[in-house]
């Protein structure tokens, strides 16, 4: 079983950028989709990205498209998401979460049109975008 932990969330103003980082432990990234999902205050949950256990294919919420890039490094056992140009609509609880299989299927299927479930997820770090 898998554990995530999220860290990198913290106060930007609009415009401005934040890394998020997903480290995973008790297992190989290389076995999960990792994706990156996030609720704002008053809002339901929703995926923002997803990346395959192999890192070849990435998912892109429609919001994220452009601006977020999601990526993978599989020797510190890390999924990172670079968010840039942030707007005050992106201000939530980013949390990462993991399935395996990690196939492309799965991953688009997890995050993006929300009819599979991840099986682990973290606690979540949050992210502010305010001026």
């Known amino acids: 079983q898998v554990q995530l932990v999220e860290s990198g969330g913290g106060l930007v103003q609009p415009g401005g950028s934040l890394r998020l980082s997903c480290v995973a432990s008790?297992?190989?990234?290389?076995?999960?989709?990792i994706g990156w999902f996030r609720q704002a205050p008053g809002k339901g949950r929703e995926g923002v990205s997803c990346?395959?256990?192999?890192?070849?294919?990435?998912h892109y919420a429609e919001a994220a498209k452009g601006r977020f890039t999601i990526s993978k490094d599989n020797v510190k056992n890390t999924v990172y998401l670079q968010m840039n140009s942030l707007e005050p609509d992106d201000t939530g609880l980013y949390f990462c979460?993991?399935?395996?299989?990690?196939?492309?299927?799965?991953?688009?299927?997890?995050?993006?049109?929300?009819?599979?479930?991840?099986?682990?997820w973290g606690k979540g770090t949050l992210g502010t975008v305010s001026s």
């Open positions: 979460a993991g399935r395996s299989p990690g196939s492309n299927t799965v991953c688009y299927e997890s995050t993006i049109l929300g009819s599979r479930n991840m099986d682990y």
């Open positions: 008790g297992s190989t990234l290389d076995n999960y989709a």
């Open positions: 990346i395959t256990s192999d890192g070849r294919s990435t």
